[in-house]
């Protein structure tokens, strides 16, 4: 005879590990500072290819500037002021990383926490029928 609380909670179970899978693996394969700092060398990366790339796109668009600041203090100037600003995306950029993947993180750990309840709860649910069909055997033998 099926149970169908039972086959009800796999199937709740079913579902939320399916649609929660990446972010328990997430949790379950790194601590916190690890996914958090696995993220911002991941981001420090992708922010200087893009800020490389903004700024070959602007010399192409403002070649006339580049060409009439060829003196050194000129050009100087300017890669201070492109650095400057670098820095300090880069600055904002890291910490809207580290802010953002930690939150993700304990959001993930919640949702693993949440599937371990379920888990133990299904598990207690075989348990007391396992019970009930070792008490029901004892009265039929008796």
Do not use: P
Request: charged content about 30%; aromatic content about 12%; hydrophobic content about 45%.
């Amino acid at each position: 005879m099926l149970n169908e609380e039972k086959i009800r909670l796999m199937t709740e179970l079913a579902v939320f590990e399916k649609e929660h899978a990446v972010q328990m693996k997430n949790v379950t394969t790194y601590f916190k500072g690890d996914y958090i700092s696995r993220n911002l060398i991941r981001g420090f990366i992708s922010f200087t290819i893009c800020s490389a790339l903004l700024v070959c796109l602007w010399i192409l668009f403002n070649v006339d500037i580049v060409l009439s600041s060829i003196d050194m203090d000129g050009l100087k100037a300017l890669a201070m002021r492109g650095g400057a600003f670098y820095f300090g995306g880069l600055v904002v950029y890291e910490t809207l990383i580290g802010v953002i993947y930690g939150r993700r993180y304990d959001y993930d750990e919640k949702m693993k926490r949440i599937y371990i309840v379920k888990l133990k709860h299904l598990d207690k649910r075989y348990e007391f029928q396992k019970r009930s069909r070792a008490l029901a055997r004892e009265e039929r033998n008796v």
